[in-house]
T-cell receptor
């Protein structure tokens, strides 16, 4: 079966660093994605990992360990606008590009 | 338009009625996906089109749900005999499928409420 787990909610302080974890068990693996979704809006792409290691993009970084079925999204220098839901998603195989999403982690950034 | 367009943005209907939700993907994107998202949950896969054909419809919950993409561009998701449990935001996404990255570009969604 397919299973993607991430914490339901997290709270952090403006200017701080927060790490959102994601573990997955899927029948195949073609890459792991992180998407950001503000309330009432469409999900937007943040990052993609297919090989083990850290991918850095500005204030956001994403890490993948395929052997452990584990990823995290690291957000640095938090801003109030980072308050959103963060969705971990796995491309489970083939060339469809179909993504299986976790339930999302709602991050609240406080002043 | 520049992005994925979905209409209507909101639809309220009565139990048992038929609804159609439309998706206009980004021009040139051959892959199109429908997802359903309930409050507090991640998007749930429904169906994937590559061109005109449904390459994967394994996520459709039952035979009341059907989707078409007759000319390989615009897609319509059709729900017959709606039930209260069908209430959700229906998201459409498209992709170029460059390499195998599968990055999806989502529309704003159609919020369906079944009374």
């Amino acid at each position: 079966g397919q299973n993607i787990d991430q914490p339901t909610e997290m709270t952090a302080t403006e200017g701080a660093i927060v790490q959102i974890n994601c573990t997955y068990q899927t029948s195949g693996f073609n890459g792991l994605f992180w998407y950001q979704q503000h309330a009432g809006e469409a999900p937007t792409f943040l990052s993609y990992n297919v090989l083990d290691g850290l991918e850095e993009k500005g204030r956001f970084s994403s890490f993948l360990s395929r052997s452990k079925g584990y990823s995290y999204l690291l957000l640095k220098e938090l801003q109030m606008k980072d308050s959103a839901s963060y969705l971990c998603a796995v491309s489970s195989g083939g060339n469809t590009g179909k993504l299986i999403f976790g339930q999302g982690t709602t991050l609240q950034v406080k002043p | 338009g520049a992005g994925v367009s979905q209409t209507p943005s909101n639809k309220v209907t009565e139990k048992g009625k038929y609804v159609e939700l439309r998706c206009d993907p980004i021009s040139g994107h051959t892959a199109l996906y429908w997802y359903r998202q309930s409050l507090g949950q991640g998007p749930e896969f429904l169906i994937y089109f590559q061109g005109t054909g449904a390459a994967d419809d394994s996520g459709l919950p039952n035979d009341r749900f059907f989707a078409v993409r007759p000319e390989g561009s615009v897609s319509t998701l059709k729900i017959q005999r709606t039930e209260r449990g069908d209430s959700a935001v229906y998201l459409c996404a498209s992709s170029l499928l460059r390499g195998n990255t599968g990055e999806l570009f989502f529309g704003e969604g159609s919020r369906l409420t079944v009374l």
